[in-house]
């Protein structure tokens, strides 16, 4: 079965960039938008950037002019990325990845396909 797998979290110093990566563990054809979710401790999992098939980007205002999501192909694989700059202790979450395969919208019920989370922690 085919899944989204991710990479790229870890521990940052506040100030610091990480780079988030997210593609299918195999060929899938027709993706729509892709997106990047968080959740905190305590916390309800919210959107923090997506983007279009197109290109046309969307993103949390809490992030905006700090973080960057771009898709591409890499060996015949769509991929999307999540370039975090300036990061604060309060960008610590899980980070998750979220592909619309149906063209019903990301994380909406009925789309099931989800990455497994990677940490991401800021501090110093």
């Known amino acids: 079965q085919v899944q989204l797998v991710e990479s790229g979290g870890g521990l940052v110093q506040p100030g610091g960039s990480l780079t988030l990566s997210c593609a299918p563990s195999g060929s899938i054809f027709g993706i729509h938008d892709m997106g990047w979710y968080r959740q905190a401790p305590g916390k309800q999992r919210e959107l923090v950037a997506a983007i279009t098939r197109g290109g046309i980007t969307n993103y949390a205002d809490s992030v905006k002019g700090r973080f960057t999501i771009s898709r591409g192909i890499v060996n015949d694989t769509v991929t999307v990325y999540l370039q975090m700059n300036s990061l604060k202790p309060e960008d610590t979450a899980v980070y998750y990845c979220?592909?619309?395969?149906?063209?019903?919208?990301?994380?909406?019920?009925?789309?099931?396909?989800w990455g497994q989370g990677t940490q991401v922690t800021v501090s110093p």
């Open positions: 979220n592909a619309d395969l149906r063209g019903i919208g990301l994380g909406v019920p009925g789309n099931d396909f």
